[in-house]
């Protein structure tokens, strides 16, 4: 029997600080964080929210808005996979975090 994986994000939040831009040879990679927000009753039944930062990284030509447009404070929709970088940081120390490697963003229009 074979089996399917899948590992498929979609996140709608608020970008956190404006993206980090590089090029890349003929390309270009954006680098934000993304805020999403849950809300929830404690065991008292108060309302809680709990936020959560994602750290997002997007390359240019791959369904993803003009970088310019991406802003912080601005709310976008991403759909990506996530994705677990490990590295050996300058004092040798291997280090490791998670992003979402988008596929898609898109900034949300502000409701009226």
Request: hydrophobic content about 35%; charged content about 30%; proline content about 3%.
């Amino acid at each position: 029997m074979k089996s399917t994986f899948i590992n498929r994000v979609e996140l709608k939040g608020h970008v956190g600080y404006d993206p980090k831009i590089n090029d890349v040879g003929d390309s270009q990679v954006a680098r934000f964080s993304l805020a999403t927000n849950e809300t929830f009753k404690d065991k008292k039944g108060e309302i809680k929210e709990e936020t959560t930062w994602h750290n997002i990284t997007a390359w240019s030509g791959r369904n993803i808005a003009d970088f310019s447009l991406i802003r912080k404070g601005l709310l976008v929709s991403v759909i990506g996979r996530i994705r677990n970088v490990r590295y050996t940081s300058s004092s040798g120390d291997e280090r490791q975090f998670m992003e979402i490697l988008a596929s898609k963003v898109t900034v949300v229009p502000p409701a009226d």
